[in-house]
């Protein structure tokens, strides 16, 4: 089984920076695609990024231009670099390793079978 772990959280101003990780460990991470999520208070969890195992990428609308997702398979640990940061961006980041190798940088919360615990990202005014 394995296991997801995010760091690099924290509370940031409008307009700041943040670069959240996740290590995975248990599970070959490779071929699997990455992907972010977040859920903000009394919304549902939604999708930010993801990323094949060759660096292919997707992003939402929303973050499209001002994050940008990575991984070293090396290391087992994907990345998502968030910059110019607003207040629609507070929520809990989750990381997740995909369901399946198909390479496709998947939306779908379905496409993704083990998630990491949340990160809380906090951006001020």
């Known amino acids: 089984q394995v296991q997801l772990g995010e760091s690099g959280g924290g509370l940031v101003q409008t307009g700041g920076s943040l670069r959240l990780s996740c290590a995975a460990s248990?599970?070959?991470?490779?071929?699997?695609?990455m992907g972010w999520f977040r859920q903000a208070p009394g919304k549902e969890r939604e999708f930010v990024a993801a990323?094949?195992?060759?660096?292919?990428?997707h992003y939402a609308d929303s973050v499209k231009g001002r994050f940008t997702i990575s991984r070293d398979n090396a290391k087992n640990t994907a990345y998502l670099q968030m910059n110019s940061l607003n207040s629609e961006d507070t929520a809990v980041y989750y990381c997740?390793?995909?369901?399946?190798?198909?390479?496709?940088?998947?939306?779908?919360?379905?496409?993704?079978?083990?998630w990491g615990q949340g990160t809380q990202v906090t951006v001020s005014s």
């Open positions: 997740a390793l995909g369901r399946y190798n198909y390479g496709l940088a998947s939306s779908g919360t379905g496409d993704y079978s083990d």
């Open positions: 990323v094949t195992w060759s660096g292919i990428t």
């Open positions: 248990g599970r070959t991470f490779s071929p699997y695609d």
